[in-house]
């Protein structure tokens, strides 16, 4: 088990990442439901920014908790689903993988914008990208001091919205890929899919359990999250010039 300390420095440069990740990803779904013709999110006041109206107390607070006090263990967390009604969509089969394609499309959006954050910062002071960790040592000056916490933040923020877009897009409902797949198939393999949707979160958890011998969970929480999140923060430090890597 991870120390007190340790917890709370690492949930320090990872609460808000995450917090605007999952609240963001909802958000992303209301949005272009609203758009396609469903003010069911915007009528429940959930078309909102306000992080209150996104967060589930197991999904958004506990479970990540226990992520991070059980080490080894799986990151996940999620927020309130936004809720949708197809029915009162323009076209609900093409509007469905539109909507459920938003909240990855918004993480992807997310980690992209982190990471021109993170070149930004090392453009201002590029000594900031080779003492970047998360147990630093005093900063010299005032503007690393200022620049290091959102450096880390951004770096967070990156391999944070990756994961939870690649998780999403697994393609079993009712995650994300699930619902785009469901929506993109012909009738009659969709509406086999869609008997499969009330087990799905039970599917999840097995293929969880049984991930040390299928290892799929963990190929997608750390070799594809890693890999995307390191191409991603390497491309916004090339554009930005600084010729450094974090």
Known sequence: ?????????????????????MVLHEYAHGW?????????????????MNPLAHIDPFG?????????????????????P?????????QPRRDMALVAAAGPAMNLALAIGSALL?????SIDPAIGGAQSTSEEPSSTWHQMFLQPIAAMSIYSVLINVLLMLFNLLPLPP???????????????????????????FILMG????DP???????????????????????AVGLGGTGNTP
């Open 175 to 201: 995650l994300d890929g699930g619902r785009i797949l469901t929506s993109l198939l012909p009738n009659t393999a969709a509406m086999a899919l869609r008997r499969v949707e009330p087990y799905g979160m």
């Open 32 to 48: 272009v439901a609203n758009r396609c013709g469903d003010p069911t999110a915007k009528l429940q006041g959930r078309l909102t």
């Open 213 to 235: 011998q299928i290892h799929l969970i963990h190929t997608i929480t750390s070799t594809l999250t890693h890999s995307l999140s390191n191409s991603i923060l390497s491309t």
């Open 82 to 90: 936004v809720p949708v009604d197809p029915r009162l969509m323009h």
């Open 207 to 210: 293929l969880i359990i049984l």
């Open 1 to 21: 088990m991870n120390s007190l300390p340790q917890i709370l420095h690492t949930i320090s440069y990872m609460g808000l990442p995450l917090l605007f990740a």
């Open 118 to 122: 993170f070149a930004l910062i090392l």
């Open 60 to 80: 958004t607070v506990i479970l990540p908790l226990l992520c991070l006090i059980i080490p080894g263990g799986f990151f996940l967390g999620w927020a309130k």
